[in-house]
């Protein structure tokens, strides 16, 4: 029989890699890190000492989820953008009043699938529908059900930190159309003490440096790259002027990597740019979200002021 292969160079990852690795600095975008794998590996940083956004945005959604859910109202459909393994949402779903459907978004089809049958299954009221799709991008939603009151967004995570403040207000803008009538329930990391930043992206059982170099691995599975995670530094710091993170896979050497028919030269000490993670202060992501085109409401912020949960109103 004569077999076909599959269209590899019209893969999403093939093309950004390409594209990536042509230009100078070279840089992936961060979403693709995100294969079953990634998003394994994702979950174990949540779970790390070093890593204090998911502990603290988790402890500020269960002390205040009846003040979120009441900022909400009774009859929401919720689109959770980068739902992950769906774990936040159910202290939400736990306080909400008659929540009409959930709607949750993600790039990692088979993750999100899996996921939301274990929600689903906890959940038998409630109506779940899972998009794969890319919200850095428009993403088209189903039409509100008829009994649904509003749209509410649901964005955990400081996920929005991996845009740049522009591609933030481009992405609000978007959700404040998509969400109108409605709003946006958001978690935002916040800035702090740098050696701080630092070590939660410089863990000490190299969980994010596992995380960082997935990327390659996931070249060399699905595109038949043959990059050397062993050659490749895990190498992330604090940028307080940008006031962000930066992610980098450095070549520990000169080095030749073949992907897709194409040869890349690594000099020693060359990167691959793989992340942002933009931080915040509360006024200043306040601003940024009422530039967008939303009403900031509550905030809620832990006592040591590492991470922020905004509530957003959209306009009707
Ligand atoms: C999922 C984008 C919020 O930026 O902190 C964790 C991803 N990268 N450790 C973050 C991440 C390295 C995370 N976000």
Known sequence: M?????????????????????????????????????SALFDRICELPEYYPTRTETALLAAHAHEMAECIGPAAELVEYGAGSLRKIRLLLAALQR?????????????????????????????????????????????????????????????????????????????????????????????????????AYNDDAGVTAAFNKNLLARANRELGANFDLDGFHHYAFYDPVAQRIEMHLVSARRQVVRLCGESFVFEQGETLHTEISCKYTVDGFRSLAHSAGWRPQAVWVDPQQLFSVHWLAAQS
């Open 2 to 38: 004569n077999a076909v292969t599959d269209p590899w160079v019209r893969h999403p990852l093939a093309i950004a890699l390409l594209e990536g690795l042509r230009h100078r600095p070279r840089a992936v975008a961060p979403k693709y890190f995100y294969d079953a794998a990634g």
């Open 99 to 199: 929540p009409a459907r959930y709607l949750p978004i993600d790039l990692s089809a088979e993750h999100l699938q899996w996921h939301a049958q274990q929600l689903a299954e906890d959940h038998r009221d409630l109506p779940v529908q899972p998009l794969v799709a890319d919200f850095a991008a428009d993403i088209v939603l189903p039409p509100m059900l008829p009994a649904a009151r509003r749209r509410v967004g649901f964005f955990p995570g400081s996920s929005i930190g991996n845009f740049t403040p522009d591609e933030a207000r481009a992405f609000l803008q978007r959700s404040a159309r998509d969400l109108r009538g409605g709003g946006l329930l958001i978690g935002v990391d916040l800035v702090k003490d740098p050696a701080l930043l630092h070590r």
